[in-house]
């Protein structure tokens, strides 16, 4: 199966900050979305986006399909962002390890 | 809502007991498949589901039985639980091309 790579693995914000996290794929992939997982385990779909950009509120998202990445930006970071962001892709859904964001007060 | 429903959320059980974990989507979603999430490893397939009776093995079945015989459930059965087997589990149904995964809320298995 295809290598997912996340970067960076830990990121600490300032409320209010902006962030990007970033998505790289070994091969070409299909299926590509980016999850949260919030403190108790949940893991909410943000975006399905195999190409493209989407925005939803303070979250957007581009994927760069032939470059095989895929970038999550967090505008005016708020506490209730903390938690784990995965990216995961193919038919089987690969997933990243994750980044940890953690944004304090 | 479209959701996908696992049950229970949570489960502590021994060694070598039967046990069964259920899910349930109710968006008519043809693929569905099931993952387990273990600290430093992530997030790994375990079984997986094109449509009814079709089913096929992920990175790690070992241990694991799955089952679809109606489109909206795909139950995960341990048959002999062992300790290695505590994980943090998700099922997810996926729908046309064009839509994305939804998963469920987690089980939190632990066998002692």
């Known amino acids: 199966g295809i290598q997912v790579e996340q970067s960076p693995p830990d990121l600490i914000l300032q409320e209010g900050a902006n962030s990007t996290l970033r998505c790289n794929f070994s091969?070409?992939?299909?299926?590509l979305q980016w999850f949260h997982q919030n403190p108790w385990g949940q893991l909410i779909n943000l975006f399905y986006?195999?190409?493209g950009t989407k925005q939803n509120g303070r979250l957007s998202a581009t994927t760069v399909a032939t470059e095989r990445y895929s970038l999550l930006y967090i505008s005016s970071s708020q506490t209730t962002d903390s938690g784990v962001y995965f990216c995961?892709?193919?038919?089987?859904?690969?997933f990243g390890a994750g980044t940890t964001v953690t944004v304090r007060a | 809502e479209a959701q996908v429903t696992q049950n229970p959320r949570y489960l502590i059980t021994v060694t070598g007991k039967k046990l069964t974990v259920t899910c349930s989507q109710n968006m008519n979603h043809e693929y569905m498949s099931w993952y387990r999430q273990d600290p430093g490893l992530g997030l790994r397939q375990i079984y997986y589901s094109m449509n009814v009776e079709v089913t096929d093995k992920g990175d790690v079945p070992e241990g694991y039985k799955v089952s679809r015989k109606e489109k909206r459930n795909f139950p995960l059965i341990l048959e002999s639980p062992s300790p290695n087997q505590t994980s943090l589990y998700f099922c997810?149904?996926?729908?046309?091309?064009?839509?994305?995964?939804?998963f469920g809320s987690g089980t939190r298995l632990t066998v002692v």
């Open positions: 091969d070409s992939v299909n299926n």
């Open positions: 995961a892709g193919d038919y089987k859904l690969s």
């Open positions: 986006i195999p190409s």
């Open positions: 997810a149904s996926r729908g046309p091309q064009g839509d994305g995964y939804t």
